[in-house]
């Protein structure tokens, strides 16, 4: 995850620390009757559904949202938030350690995604030696297939 969000006392606050604080508000409130995996799933859906709000209608938007209202970047904030905190709650209740798992497949993307495939100033017999690591489909992709234009490649995460 990038960006550290500061804690009271001023530190990065970890995937742990919000996994304990909504098991605890969770707890608090008699709620876990109602925190089952599928029902944690569809709340997280509809939240994506209110991130996906803050942008409809706007047209593409440039990185950092420099004409955005403070409101609105609140707001945006917020809805990260709900996303983020389902995703951490169902995590837990699927006994999945989030941050673990996260890493794990940051590394699998690294291998089915070699830096130069991308990178056109490594040499071809760089990439040739690549493709021998990884034979799924989604290793032929090439970076002129899915540069969206700014750099940025698009659903290759999955
Ligand atoms: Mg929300």
Same mark, same amino acid.
Request: charged share 35%.
């Given at each position: 995850?990038?960006?550290?969000?500061?804690?009271?006392?001023?530190?990065?606050?970890?995937?742990? &620390?919000? !996994?304990?604080?909504?098991?605890?508000?969770? +707890?608090? !409130?008699?709620?876990?009757? /109602?925190?089952?995996? !599928?029902?944690?799933?569809?709340?997280?859906?509809?939240?994506?559904?209110?991130?996906?709000?803050?942008?409809?209608?706007?047209?593409?938007?440039?990185?950092?949202?420099?004409?955005?209202? &403070?409101?609105?970047?609140?707001?945006?904030?917020?809805?990260?938030?709900?996303?983020?905190? /389902?995703?951490?709650?169902?995590?837990?209740?699927?006994?999945?350690?989030?941050?673990?798992?996260?890493?794990?497949?940051?590394?699998?993307?690294?291998?089915?995604?070699?830096?130069? !495939? /991308?990178?056109?100033?490594?040499?071809?017999?760089? %990439?040739?030696?690549?493709?021998?690591?990884?034979?799924? &489909?989604?290793? +032929?992709?090439?970076?002129?297939? %899915? *540069?969206?234009? *700014?750099?940025?490649?698009?659903?290759?995460?999955?």
């Amino acid at each position: 995850m990038t960006g550290e969000v500061p804690k009271e006392d001023g530190g990065a606050v970890s995937l742990e &620390d919000l !996994r304990q604080k909504m098991v605890d508000f969770v +707890k608090e !409130r008699d709620w876990e009757k /109602y925190h089952s995996p !599928r029902n944690l799933l569809l709340a997280l859906v509809g939240e994506v559904g209110e991130l996906s709000e803050c942008f409809q209608w706007k047209g593409e938007v440039p990185k950092g949202l420099p004409d955005w209202k &403070d409101e609105e970047k609140q707001h945006l904030g917020e809805e990260l938030s709900d996303v983020l905190l /389902y995703l951490v709650q169902l995590s837990h209740y699927c006994g999945i350690d989030l941050g673990k798992a996260a890493l794990r497949k940051v590394h699998l993307n690294a291998i089915k995604h070699p830096v130069n !495939r /991308y990178i056109k100033s490594i040499p071809e017999e760089e %990439n040739k030696k690549s493709d021998d690591v990884d034979d799924d &489909d989604d290793s +032929k992709i090439t970076n002129q297939d %899915n *540069n969206n234009g *700014n750099g940025m490649t698009e659903n290759l995460q999955n």
